[in-house]
């Protein structure tokens, strides 16, 4: 099928490449191109219609430049990543850029597929797309902006060749705007400045200038070069989809668009190195698993050109060869669908499934390739859990997955996705396995999408990975931003004494009556401090965290959590017995839950550990009293999220997580 199209094509016209449909004789022609031709008046040949009779040029959807190995050179692409603070609108841009180059999107945030993603309104995976705009090829990465999920910046720095610098014009640069800067530096990327929400009434321009001062001396403290110094800033909001070189305050600029944004792009982003003349070697930044194809292996192609058919091998990244395969398909990702190739060049971004045996920071190239591309360093995990089945005496009531060669099966496949976990047996642990990920988000949504999925299991609480560096004992310390109130400023500060935190900076923000409070801790101390913050700070304040480095052991917490309430019985609970209790302290379970001999309860409002019986009933006699009617009210019970409770438990003490419940 062929496609009359309207010359001349304008500048900056979008092709809109979704999910392809194959029609007539094989040919690959994608179903949204068609109502996007209508849009722009292009004729489709009637039949029997002569080809020389039509006035206009005719092109097949396969022969776009953006999709097909006949360019030899690279200078038609770009690969760039947006890497940002989480929350300062990463996802929303990419809506937008899509949105101009021509894609329909069918709702906000199309880029987190993920349902906790589409649940929590964060980016906990990198995934990239493409569109075109003035005749390039745009490969476009949208990273997370927790500190918890920094490997999967990491690894995608790797692939791109530029990236823009997203910072929120009220906050400035964060905690997470730190680690993802240095980490864009030292791989030799210079970021285009992109100062978001500009449009909001409290934005200024004192404000902005303030923040662009920030920024360069945030790029010399991290060493930066003269030429990345001297960066690019942009002024954007990208929930009303415009960017502008000049700052607007209060108000669009005349014409608002993305073009300025896109244009900065392809000035600012270089083309990818490379040439498609050599020979054939891809590093793999992604993989997921497809029920028909098997493992997709996804990653930039650094040299050469590779067709379906072509014979592959595997490098491991630890020097080791992996067994030789075929590519069986070639994809890539464009606009919001997929596409399917006949090959692929340098430079540009592509998915290939063939390569059974390929795992994140591997190499995939041709048979006669020798060496492994280098994957770059990535940060090590700084915490770790066990995971084990549930033993206890409820064990086995609701999930369907309930063995410890189900759960290793389990971890080891989310742990060939993830650059930044780790999976290793225990010794002498029989079916158990320790985890060690970044920090407790990570590790607390890898456990919600395992109980989704039906499994049973029991985790012990977290601990740092310590390191042993010229014999002295070092541990992981993270950067802590505090965004406050000043009259729970006090609080706080306490609250981080007690968890060996020192504080760096004090100093006041924009808005009248808070401050920020930047200060050092221990991993270890910061375990489960998200919640109290919430509760010290009644809800108000914004807490941000970043890993920073390893530092000396700065010795033992001080005690930050009360004794608790152990149940001595099981069965169910009961009205009399919690009524009696909840003087005790505060009660975790409500009436008629199951409980059993162990198993905690409530937090004892005194220090040390208390058993008590709340499956006790009340005694039935023929006496009837003024006192024996008397109604019981309880308080509702405290109840915990995933991350609530992995930052509660003691050393001594599980989890059990089924999948209707959290013990």
């Not at 001297?230 to 415009?242: H, I, K, N, Q, V």
């Not at 890898?446 to 109980?451: A, G, H, P, Q, S």
């Amino acid at each position: 099928m062929w496609l009359r199209q309207r010359p001349p094509v304008q500048s900056g016209d979008a092709v809109c490449p979704a999910m392809p449909a194959q029609i007539g004789r094989g040919i690959h022609v994608c179903s949204s191109l068609l109502q996007h031709s209508i849009a722009n008046r292009l004729l489709l040949p009637a039949a029997g219609t002569s080809l020389a009779n039509l006035p206009l040029v005719l092109q097949p959807f396969t022969c776009l430049r953006s999709f097909s190995a006949e360019s030899r050179t690279t200078n038609h692409l770009r690969d760039f990543a947006i890497i940002a603070h989480v929350d300062h609108g990463k996802t929303t841009l990419m809506d937008r850029l899509l949105s101009r180059t021509g894609n329909t999107l069918a709702g906000d945030r199309v880029m987190d597929s993920n349902a906790l993603e589409k649940e929590r309104g964060i980016t906990i995976s990198s995934k990239y797309t493409s569109f075109v705009y003035k005749g390039h090829t745009i490969n476009a990465v949208d990273t997370p902006g927790h500190a918890d999920f920094g490997g999967e910046v990491e690894r995608i720095l790797g692939m791109v060749d530029g990236a823009l610098l997203l910072v929120d014009a009220n906050e400035g640069p964060l905690s997470q705007t730190k680690f993802v800067l240095e980490k864009a530096l030292k791989r030799g990327l210079k970021p285009v400045v992109v100062l978001n929400k500009v449009d909001r009434p409290s934005v200024t321009e004192q404000q902005c200038n303030e923040v662009q001062s920030n920024l360069f001396d945030l790029f010399a403290h991290l060493g930066a070069t003269d030429d990345q110094l001297d960066f690019t800033t942009l002024y954007a909001s990208a929930r009303e989809g415009w960017a502008s070189k000049e700052l607007c305050v209060g108000q669009a600029p005349e014409n608002p668009s993305m073009d300025p944004l896109l244009d900065a792009i392809l000035e600012h982003v270089p083309p990818p190195p490379g040439s498609p003349d050599g020979q054939f070697s891809m590093l793999v930044t992604m993989t997921e698993r497809d029920s028909f194809l098997g493992r997709v292996a996804t990653g930039r192609i650094a040299s050469g050109q590779v067709k379906v058919g072509d014979k592959i091998k595997v490098l491991r990244h630890n020097g080791s060869a992996g067994a030789d395969s075929k590519v069986t398909k070639i994809f890539k990702r464009s606009g919001v669908g997929k596409v399917e190739l006949d090959s692929a060049s340098a430079g540009d971004v592509v998915s290939i499934a063939g390569a059974a045996s390929a795992g994140i920071a591997d190499t995939i190239g041709d048979a006669e390739l020798v060496s492994p591309l280098s994957p770059g360093p990535i940060e090590p995990p700084t915490l770790s859990m066990i995971f084990g089945p549930n033993d206890s005496p409820l064990a086995g009531r609701e999930g369907s997955h309930l063995t410890g060669s189900k759960i290793g099966e389990r971890l080891n496949a989310e742990a060939e996705t993830s650059v930044s976990l780790r999976v290793l047996p225990v010794d002498g642990g029989g079916e158990s396995f320790e985890v060690q990920a970044r920090g407790e988000l990570q590790l607390g949504l890898l456990i919600e999408n395992m109980r989704r999925e039906g499994f049973e299991l029991s985790v012990s609480p977290p601990v740092v990975v310590y390191r042993t560096i010229d014999g002295e004992k070092m541990e992981p310390l993270e950067e802590v931003m505090c965004e406050l109130e000043d009259e729970f400023s006090g609080p706080v500060i306490d609250a981080l004494s007690l968890r060996r935190g020192e504080m760096t900076e004090m100093k006041p923000i924009e808005v009248a009556g808070k401050q920020r409070l930047t200060f050092i801790a221990p991993s270890r101390g910061l375990i489960g401090f998200r919640s109290l913050f919430a509760t010290l700070t009644r809800g108000s304040g914004m807490l941000h965290r970043a890993f920073q480095t390893y530092g000396h052991y700065k010795g033992p917490l001080d005690k930050v959590r009360k004794g608790v309430l152990i149940s001595m019985a099981g069965g169910k609970t009961t009205t009399h017995a919690l009524g009696l209790l909840e003087p005790r302290g505060t009660l975790f379970t409500g009436i008629q839950q199951e409980v059993y001999n162990g198993m905690i309860i409530g937090e004892c409002s005194r220090d040390g550990e208390m058993e008590v019986n709340p499956v006790r009933e009340k005694k039935l006699t023929n006496v009837r009293n003024t006192g024996s009617e008397e109604k019981v009210s309880l308080s509702p019970p405290r109840l915990f999220t995933l991350e609530d409770a992995i930052g509660y438990v003691a050393e001594d003490e599980l989890i059990e997580v089924t999948p209707s419940k959290i013990r």
